[in-house]
T-cell receptor
Framework: GENVEQHPSTLSVQEGDSAVIKCTYS??????FPWYKQELGKRPQLIID?????GEKKDQRIAVTLNKTAKHFSLHITETQPEDSAVYFC?????????????FGKGITLSVRP | NAGVTQTPKFQVLKTGQSMTLQCAQD?????MSWYRQDPGMGLRLIHY???????DQGEVPNGYNVSRSTTEDFPLRLLSAAPSQTSVYFC???????????FGPGTRLTVT
């Protein structure tokens, strides 16, 4: 089955700096890679996703890049703000059919220092 | 639309007790899943369903049962609660042919 790993497990940045969170996956057939943000006591919320036919996707201050050859993808947050402090999960999924499942990484805690 | 709803929000059980965590969605999604979230472990899939009457096991199914009699509801049953089942449980749904999952607000379960 798919195995998704996130590095590092915690990250602390100064407000205004950029943050980069990396994930690796094991199944070369995976073709969908979402990032979820979870604030304390809340549900995971999808913030950005990328499919395997795209190398990069950007949405305002966040972007995701995908390297299929190396089987890793990264979340980039620019101009970080205190409200970006949360746990971020990456995940990988193969297709959308009945047997496809979303496999999550263990999460990274991002702290933005004011 | 209410989206994905879960009840209760909090629950405390004694070892050996049984209970059902409720999950409902009003988006007519075919796929529904149950995850548990433990510190440092991410979200792990317990059971999932691809439609009414069809369920299958995920990564950590032991100690849990599910059924799917309607498209809207996907309850998770703990047959005999154990302290190892202390966790936060999330239900999620997605549309057939779509990747995006929608999560419920979660149920925090403590087993003493």
């Amino acid at each position: 089955g798919e195995n998704v790993e996130q590095h590092p497990s915690t990250l602390s940045v100064q407000e205004g700096d950029s943050a980069v969170i990396k994930c690796t996956y094991s199944d070369s057939a995976s073709n969908y890679f979402p990032w979820y943000k979870q604030e304390l006591g809340k549900r995971p919320q999808l913030i950005i996703d990328i499919r395997s036919n795209v190398g990069e996707k950007k949405d305002q201050r966040i972007a995701v890049t995908l390297n299929k050859t190396a089987k890793h993808f990264s979340l980039h947050i620019t101009e970080t703000q205190p409200e970006d402090s949360a746990v971020y999960f990456c995940a990988a999924q193969w297709r959308t059919g009945a047997n496809s499942k979303l496999t999550f990484g263990k999460g990274i805690t991002l702290s933005v220092r004011p | 639309n209410a989206g994905v709803t879960q009840t209760p929000k909090f629950q405390v059980l004694k070892t050996g007790q049984s209970m059902t965590l409720q999950c409902a969605q009003d988006m007519n999604h075919e796929y529904m899943s149950w995850y548990r979230q433990d510190p440092g472990m991410g979200l792990r899939l317990i059971h999932y369903s691809v439609g009414a009457g069809i369920t299958d096991q995920g990564e950590v199914p032991n100690g849990y049962n599910v059924s799917r009699s309607t498209t809207e509801d996907f309850p998770l049953r703990l047959l005999s609660a154990a302290p190892s089942q202390t966790s936060v449980y999330f239900c999620a749904s997605r549309e057939q042919g779509s990747y995006e999952q929608y999560f419920g607000p979660g149920t925090r379960l403590t087993v003493t």
